[in-house]
């Protein structure tokens, strides 16, 4: 037997509404979605911040010698040799968080020596932006880019920041940025960077195409579990000086390259509203408060002179914001019981309105009742000052199996 059916429409019978940010994404700094993603920067560790190469194998014994001791991974030696030739992390003298990689050659031997990170892909004809900032005994410095060079004739015996464009003649997909010296001497290097020149405020052109096409209705930055540690003030003013430290959540080194103006271009770029979640794991309401006013204050106010002086002279006005993340969960930083985040919700909320009183602020929920009835416990503590509750709910679930 065959059924016939038919569906009438009237569209003039409208009964609901579809908002705009039902189709918006969260963009967290975890694998590589932000740095060898959407980050235009092509070196790992620039800012020579990680652990340096120790072991040659799982069971090195006493007695063999990793030619790449001292080198901040992922770079690696050139010309490496232990009897006059010495790498180290130096917690000494540094130009940005607390370590710099020097370079020491005790005797001459006519070899140029030094350090490399290779695994860049490199494509001929296309032009990269090279930075960086060194400090030296007034020797010359040789650097390659694939077979593009420069050289500096002479390394300041201050942190001083060197900038060139290479542009290799050959693809290479292994390709390599080499820095050495080859006179008796002392070479530090503070931090390096390799940009495709025609990245866009330090974005890869291709991906902002991309999100172009695709145009997120919101972007909320930066995160997340990540958000749960983050620092703000670490992530804004000159990148080159921003500290790197081993972000808790995805064990991963956070370079602060992206912070939040960089977010804010991005958001523009891709002509997407931007929402903004405030660390409450390890923060306090005074933390968010200054972001608040960094974000929304006028330049005579601390903050927002803090953001004129870093190139943004007028207020973001920044009104919807997420005040923490899935706190409910064991596996956040500062993970908390349902009252316990109701009652430090209102103290965050007391503090950022008291900077910007029309912020729209959206509490962390669950799906449903879980989580030991967490949205009735805030809801009954906090509801008057929630205007939206976020559930946090994940499709993918094992019901989709059964379910299509």
């Not at 620039?46 to 990793?66: Q, V």
């Amino acid at each position: 037997m065959t059924l016939k059916a038919s569906i009438k429409l009237d569209h003039t019978h409208i009964i609901g509404e579809v908002h705009d940010y039902l189709y918006g994404a969260n963009l967290e700094h975890v694998g590589q979605s932000v740095y060898g993603g959407i980050w235009a920067e092509m070196l790992r560790d620039r800012k020579f911040a990680g652990h340096d190469w120790m072991y040659t194998g799982a069971s090195e014994g006493l007695h063999n010698i990793n030619p790449n001791v001292g080198i901040v991974v992922p770079w690696e030696a050139v010309n490496p040799d232990y009897g006059r030739v010495r790498f180290v992390h130096d917690n000494t003298t540094f130009y940005t968080g607390s370590q710099s990689q020097r370079i020491t050659i005790s005797e001459a031997g006519g070899k140029p020596h030094g350090i490399q990170q290779k695994g860049l892909y490199l494509q001929a004809d296309t032009s990269y932006d090279i930075r960086l900032v060194l400090k030296g005994d007034g020797q010359a410095v040789a650097i390659s880019l694939g077979d593009a060079k420069w050289h500096i004739d002479a390394v300041a015996d201050d942190w001083t920041t060197y900038e060139t464009r290479l542009t290799p003649h050959k693809d290479n997909t292994n390709g390599a940025l080499t820095i050495t010296i080859e006179h008796a001497g002392n070479l530090w290097i503070g931090c390096a960077s390799v940009m495709p020149s025609d990245n866009l405020h330090g974005f890869r052109a291709d991906v902002i195409a991309a999100l172009r096409d695709w145009r997120p209705t919101f972007l909320r930055y930066p995160g997340g579990n990540f958000v749960s540690a983050y620092d703000w003030r670490s992530g804004v003013g000159d990148r080159d000086r921003r500290p790197c430290y081993l972000d808790t959540a995805w064990h991963q080194w956070e370079t602060n390259d992206m912070g939040t103006d960089e977010f804010i271009e991005l958001c523009e770029l891709v002509r997407s509203d931007a929402v903004l979640t405030v660390k409450m794991g390890t923060g306090t309401p005074q933390e968010a408060a200054a972001w608040v006013e960094y974000c929304n204050g006028s330049a005579e106010t601390k903050y927002g002179a803090m953001r004129a002086a870093n190139g943004s002279p007028e207020p973001y006005n920044l009104k919807l914001w997420f005040v923490g993340n899935e706190q409910f969960g064991n596996w956040q930083h500062g993970h908390m019981d349902a009252e316990t985040y109701a009652r430090r919700y209102l103290e965050f909320v007391r503090a950022m309105r008291a900077v910007d009183d029309e912020l729209e602020l959206i509490a962390v929920g669950v799906p449903t009742d879980l989580y030991g009835h967490w949205n009735e416990l805030v809801l009954e503590h906090a509801e008057r000052d929630i205007d939206h509750l976020s559930v946090h709910y994940y499709s993918i679930r094992t019901e989709k199996w059964e379910t299509p």
